[in-house]
């Protein structure tokens, strides 16, 4: 299974732009990378998934770069209300199934 | 469309007392899961189920057991509570479309605490 490691927390200001990389240096051929998000006393949410280049969609944009150890979810002029926890994961696509494994996630803070 | 529904959202049990948590998803998919989250810790698998009549065991499965009833409804059951189990408990459903990696929607969590 690939691990991945993210920051454990990190703060930002409203307006901003903010970039939280995960390492996956063991990732497989065949795994995709994708992002949750979760507020407290919440299930986590799914954010964006992707498996290289770049991926957007209207919440989010995921970079991965052509060696795929890394990923980068930049999550573009951020509110009080994006202040969550986001997890990165990385898993096959044969249906991942039992390998669906949520680190610590990175607390983001934005602060008004 | 509910999505996830679990069941209750809120437990007291006494150590030795047993219970099942209840989740039901109306999104057919084909593949359930539930995992445990304690502060700080991030979100551990307890056990999954691929499809309608298999199990698996994930990171911590000791002291759970469950069922897959059918294609909507996966049970999470605990035998002989003990303190180490309260802790937030959530569901959550698979949906692959075949080409990309699993998404996973999850229920609102059941919140139990082991006395």
């Known amino acids: 299974l690939a691990k991945t490691t993210q920051p454990i927390s990190m703060d930002s200001y409203e307006g901003q732009e903010v970039n939280i990389t995960c390492s996956h240096n063991n990732i497989a051929t065949n795994d995709y990378i994708t992002w949750y998000q979760q507020f407290p006393s919440q299930g986590p949410r799914f954010i964006i998934q992707g498996y290289k280049t770049k991926v957007t969609n209207e919440v989010a944009s995921l970079f991965i770069p052509a060696d795929r150890k890394s990923s980068t979810l930049s999550l573009p002029r951020v509110s009080l209300s994006d202040t969550a926890v986001y997890y990165c994961l990385v898993g096959d696509y044969g249906g991942s199934q039992g390998n669906l494994i949520f680190g610590k996630g990175t607390k983001l803070s934005v602060k008004p | 469309n509910a999505g996830v529904t679990q069941t209750p959202k809120f437990q007291v049990l006494k150590t030795g007392q047993s219970m099942t948590l209840q989740c039901a998803q109306d999104m057919n998919h084909n593949s359930m899961y539930w995992y445990r989250q304690d502060p700080g810790m991030g979100l551990r698998l307890i056990y999954y189920?691929?499809?309608?009549?298999?199990?698996d065991k994930g990171e911590v499965p000791n002291g759970y057991n469950v069922s897959r009833l059918n294609k909507r409804e996966f049970s999470l059951r605990l035998e002989s509570a003990a303190p180490s189990q309260t802790s937030v408990y959530f569901c959550a459903s698979g949906a692959y479309d075949g080409t990309t990696n699993e998404k996973l929607f999850f229920g609102s969590g059941t919140q139990l605490s082991v006395l």
């Open positions: 189920s691929a499809s309608e009549g298999t199990t």
